[in-house]
């Protein structure tokens, strides 16, 4: 256990519609990432948050957003869905000084 | 511009044997991190080893060590005594200096572990 917790673990929706990711970083992590595994492009960073601010962007599209809270978890919204969309969502948490990444254990999204 | 390489789709071992899974690198910094991750079928993502580019000595974790060879860019892990458990895709990953660890990722090597 990474002791990084995302829910839901699985989400099935359709087309058009918004769904929110949520995650809690470990105890004492200030800094949430987030990355999509989709089979076509692998995995890849989207968005970076550090004590409630955002620190970095990837490859987010501008139909995703995320957003971190002072109790310091963070949620990735994602609207007008779209079957591409369709990928397993990762939420990762370092601990401060440290190069280390820990994972949670995703949320698979699925677009019908 | 910085990418990992993993030139093994697919890879089988014997229970209790050693692996090595490869992994080549590219980056002009010269601070940068190496990371391993497993991803059993189940789908987490699990942190296995860590090389920082200063790092001297190669890194290790139990049955884990990271072989470290810095002059031809491979960073390849290596598996002691395999286990059926050890059945799942392996990824290579990097941070560079300047990317706020945001990870570069290989596509993976799917390791089957036959008893």
């Known amino acids: 256990d990474s002791g990084v917790t995302q829910t839901p673990k699985h989400l099935i929706t359709a087309t058009g519609q918004r769904v929110t990711l949520r995650c809690s970083p470990r105890?004492?992590?200030?800094?949430v990432y987030w990355y999509q595994q989709s089979l076509d492009q692998g995995l890849q960073f989207l968005i970076q948050?550090?004590?409630?601010?955002?620190?970095a962007k990837g490859n987010i599209l501008e139909r995703f957003s995320a957003q971190q809270f002072p109790d310091l978890h963070s949620e990735l919204n994602l609207s007008s869905l779209e079957l591409g969309d369709s990928a397993l969502y990762f939420c990762?948490?370092?601990?401060?000084?440290?190069?280390?990444?820990?994972f949670g254990s995703g949320t698979q999204l699925s677009v019908l | 511009a910085q990418k990992i390489t993993q030139t093994q789709p697919g890879m089988f071992v014997q229970e209790k044997e050693a692996v090595t899974l490869d992994c080549t690198y590219d980056?002009?910094?010269?601070?940068?991190?190496l990371f391993w991750y497993k991803q059993p079928s189940s789908g987490e993502m699990i942190f296995l080893i860590y090389?920082?580019?200063?790092d001297e000595q190669n890194a290790t974790e139990g049955r884990y060590s990271l072989n470290f060879q810095k002059a031809r860019k491979s960073a390849n892990l290596v598996i002691s005594a395999s286990q059926l458990g050890d059945s799942a895709m392996y990824f290579c990953?990097?941070?560079?200096?300047?990317?706020?660890?945001?990870?570069?990722w290989g596509l993976g090597t799917s390791l089957a572990v036959n008893p």
């Open positions: 990762a948490s370092s601990p401060r000084g440290s190069e280390k990444l820990f």
């Open positions: 105890s004492g992590d200030l800094s």
């Open positions: 948050y550090y004590n409630g601010e955002e620190r």
């Open positions: 980056t002009s910094d010269q601070s940068y991190g």
């Open positions: 090389q920082g580019s200063y």
């Open positions: 990953a990097m941070t560079y200096a300047g990317n706020n660890r945001k990870l570069i």
